[in-house]
């Protein structure tokens, strides 16, 4: 068996388990040193300035890649830190084609600060791939996309679309925090990178934040060193150790969560309150083939829509288990309201064309049991019903 063959299972603990060589310690060492003592004048040793590389960081580093499928890693403070750096790939005068239903973070960075220097941008429904075509300019260097997408779990197909970026001489970038690589890698369907928000999935718990990439590439891998070099915003190194830990049990809880999203998404369906249920591996979601012949499930978030911001606020009031706030991908389930966290910014009928609609709510199945979580949406769905 070549390290290669392993299952995504074993190498998420290959991969995070480096016992010191020297003490046999089993993790890998949380190496506090801003700077390395070089003991030779003329030759510098392999580290030597931490925002350069670091031996914590770099396994962490060279884990994301290996989960990826992909030649390089590389480890930052936040998710946006991750995604400001891979767009900073491009130069002045370049034109980004990005999905319409980017994530919030990414539309202020293209739309507010990108456009400063020059980068453009134009929103795309990628799953329409006649409008994906024609919207590429001489100068188009990258495609962004993210499948599923946020809130509402649109699906793009990364094959055609990498095919349809490649043959414009354009990148495709992939935002693949929704997913994590125990689902899907987008770089083995043609991609070019992937972007990670670190702060959900990967590290699993709600308590620290981080972004990643993994180029396919050395040569991109090497334009990203660059910039993460020049621009500085690493992974401190006892973040890097907790993502190390969160890797570990990726895996389980991946496929764990997206067995409950998947029976809440189908209990969800049958109740007469909701209008309707945002979940990829249902049979009645658009997209529910590709995102199959792309991923191994349909993963732990999904979306309903309760019909008013009234039916929300006394779901909210009542639920007793999953927290009410943004974020997603921890082992606790967590309830959103796009309208008024994720998309707070968009006016109405910005949202609504995106089916953002007033009832709609997030939900990131964690790892409580789906008995209890259910019984709970239950009552909270009976109190609601008691006043129409
Ligand atoms: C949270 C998130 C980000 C931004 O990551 P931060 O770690 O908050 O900077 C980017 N993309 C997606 C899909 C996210 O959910």
Known sequence: MTKNSFSDMTKAIKSTTKPNKETGAVNPSVEMSSTFEQKDFDNFGK????????????????????????????????????????????????HIILTENVYGGT???????????????DFVNLSDNKALKTAFKENTKVVYAETPSNPTLQI???????????QNNAKLFVDNTFMTPMLQKPLDFGADLVVHSGTKFLAGHSDILAGLIVTKDEKLGDQVYFLQNSMGATLGVSDCFLLLRGIKTLGVRMEKESQSALQLANWLEKQSIVKKVYYPELNSFEGHNIHNQQAKSGGAVLSFDLGSEDHVRKLVDNIKIPIFSVSLGAVESIISYPPKMSHAEMDRNERYERGITDGLIRLSVGLEDIDDLIEDLKNSFTEIEKDL
């Open 107 to 121: 539309f202020r960075l293209v739309t507010q600060v990108l456009v400063k220097y020059g980068i453009e941008y």
């Open 47 to 94: 580290w030597d300035y931490s925002r350069s590389g670091n031996p914590t960081r770099d396994v962490l580093e060279e884990s994301i890649a290996e989960l990826e499928n992909g030649s390089r890693g590389f480890a930052f403070a936040t998710g946006m830190a991750a995604i400001s750096t891979a767009l900073l790939t491009l130069n002045q005068g370049d």
């Open 156 to 166: 793009t197909n990364i094959k055609e679309v990498a095919e349809i970026a490649h």
